[in-house]
């Protein structure tokens, strides 16, 4: 059970140039996040997905797309990098728990990727 | 949408002594809120989190306690240990129902623990 894995973890990207980075979960959650991580500035939403097919926009989409083709795996592209997207970029799942005091939705992260962009 | 406050942004403490940190939230559909410490290099893992149908939730050291009509919540840690030092964030969210949205989180508590 590996929970969370991201590829790659680290990446330099030119400013023009397109790239994927890939999440995987083996823990059979309905949902997953793609985060973007910047000095002082916590995590911050860019897109999620509540099941296979279906996206949506977070917090800071613009820039990025994403795709849910498959339950296990989400997909975060770049179509034309830009410097303001160097960053830590780190994906998550969850699944509803029920638990004593009512459903939570505790988070699973992966490790992260660390992406430069010249 | 929500914004999430969070304070101090570094805490340094004394190994032994207790640890405080501070969250206020805007958004009154907010009904979980969890504490997330990142260690260096690593990604966020969940360490408590609170509903809103509860005032205060406690794990061992660890205690979280929500005001709703404040709304705000704060972590708590006593008898903090060396290995406690790490970037600690708090989170809110609106998740209920049959769906999860995401969590807005705060922009996060550098403790650190001196020996």
């Known amino acids: 059970n590996a929970g969370v894995t991201q590829t790659p973890k680290f990446r330099v990207l030119k400013t023009g140039q397109s790239m994927t980075l890939l999440c995987a979960q083996d823990m059979n959650h309905e949902y997953m996040y793609w985060y973007r991580q910047d000095p002082g500035m916590g995590l911050r939403l860019i897109h999620y997905s509540v099941g296979e097919g279906t996206t949506a926009k977070g917090e800071v989409p613009d820039g990025y797309n994403v795709s849910r083709l498959k339950k296990q795996n989400f997909l975060l592209g770049l179509e034309s990098a830009a410097p303001s997207q160097t960053s830590v970029y780190f994906c998550a799942s969850s699944s509803t728990v029920l638990a004593s005091g009512g459903r939570t939705y505790e988070q699973y992260f992966g490790p992260g990727t660390r992406l430069t962009v010249t | ?115």
């Open chain 2, 1 to 115: 949408g929500e914004n999430v406050e969070q304070h101090p942004s570094t805490l340094s403490v004394q190994e032994g002594d207790s640890a405080v940190i501070k969250c206020t939230y805007s958004d009154s559909a907010s009904n979980y809120f969890p504490w997330y410490k990142q260690e260096l290099g690593k990604g966020p893992q969940l360490i408590i989190d609170i509903r809103s149908n509860v005032g205060e939730k406690k794990d061992q050291r660890i205690a979280v306690t929500l005001n709703k009509t404040a709304k705000h919540f704060s972590l708590h840690i006593t008898e903090t240990q060396p290995e406690d030092s790490a970037v600690y964030f708090c989170a809110a969210s609106r998740a209920g129902g049959g769906g999860a949205d995401g969590l807005t989180f705060g922009k996060g508590t550098h403790l650190i623990i001196q020996p």
